[in-house]
């Protein structure tokens, strides 16, 4: 499960029961490859204090909110900064606790796509003898030819095998600046999934399932129109607020409904 390291305390311990993993939400990289660091002590230490492993999570996110495929394409063609990195997380998994690495490097430029593999596979080589292991996020491709900035830098085959797992990124198809439809539609999950399995082992492949909805405002207006994220028992609360009844789209599996907001 991911989480921020500021979840709600109760959320969180009403939760790590069910769960095998946390990733608190993330680190960042500096461009002289030195880590951005997060605040993650009291989450760690709840999660080992359940039997939860930790993992640290690496991202290019930057402070606005987006993924930096300029970010990701320094340090995958530097050989000093990589080194520096590569010695940050193992000081600070080694320090933190941690008991293994998700790497999140999304939008990463096609011409970079078996340097991202080969970092992968460089972290799992330094890590695995330390005990810990690797995972690498994949954007949810259908095919390996998929157009798109998000999905040319992944190469599912070769990062499938520099990583000790990995984990779909099946979620996000509604999404906060995205027209209203379901978070993870399982046509579209299944589509992912059916080609993933083409590519690597099923053994190293876990799926993403997201825990929210969104609240969007209609009519919708690209580039305009923004959703709220919301959690699942506050949306059926809300649609009980506004006496309407929930419905399920057959197609997405997905449950939804519209209400006017009371002024």
Do not use: C
């Amino acid at each position: 499960g991911y989480a921020y390291p500021y979840i709600n305390q109760t959320l969180l311990r009403t939760t790590l029961p069910y769960l095998s993993f946390t990733v608190p939400f993330t680190y960042g990289i500096k461009k002289d490859g030195t880590l951005v660091m997060l605040d993650d002590e009291k989450l760690i230490g709840l999660s080992l204090d359940y039997g939860i492993l930790p993992y640290m999570h690496l991202s290019t996110l930057t402070e606005d909110g987006g993924f930096s495929n300029e970010l990701a394409s320094l340090v995958l063609n530097n050989e000093e900064i990589q080194s520096r990195l590569a010695e940050e997380i193992l000081l600070n998994m080694r320090a933190k606790g941690y008991r293994g690495l998700d790497i999140d490097f999304e939008f990463v430029f096609e011409e970079d796509a078996l340097k991202y593999a080969d970092f992968i596979r460089r972290m799992r080589d330094l890590l695995n003898p330390e005990g810990y292991e690797v995972i690498a996020a994949l954007a949810p491709k259908t095919s390996a030819e998929q157009e798109g900035l998000l999905y040319r830098g992944h190469n599912y085959r070769a990062i499938g095998e520099a990583a000790n797992a990995t984990l779909l990124m099946t979620y996000e198809w509604g999404y906060t600046y995205g027209p209203p439809m379901a978070v993870a539609p399982l046509n579209r999950v299944r589509e992912v999934v059916e080609y993933a399995v083409t590519e690597i082992p099923v053994e190293r492949i876990f799926m993403g399932i997201p825990n929210y909805g969104y609240v969007w405002p209609l009519p919708f207006e690209q580039g305009i129109t923004q959703a709220t994220t919301i959690g699942n028992e506050y949306a059926v609360s809300l649609a009980r607020q506004n006496g309407v009844s929930i419905q399920f789209d057959e197609l997405g599996q997905s449950p939804w409904f519209e209400h006017t907001e009371q002024t």
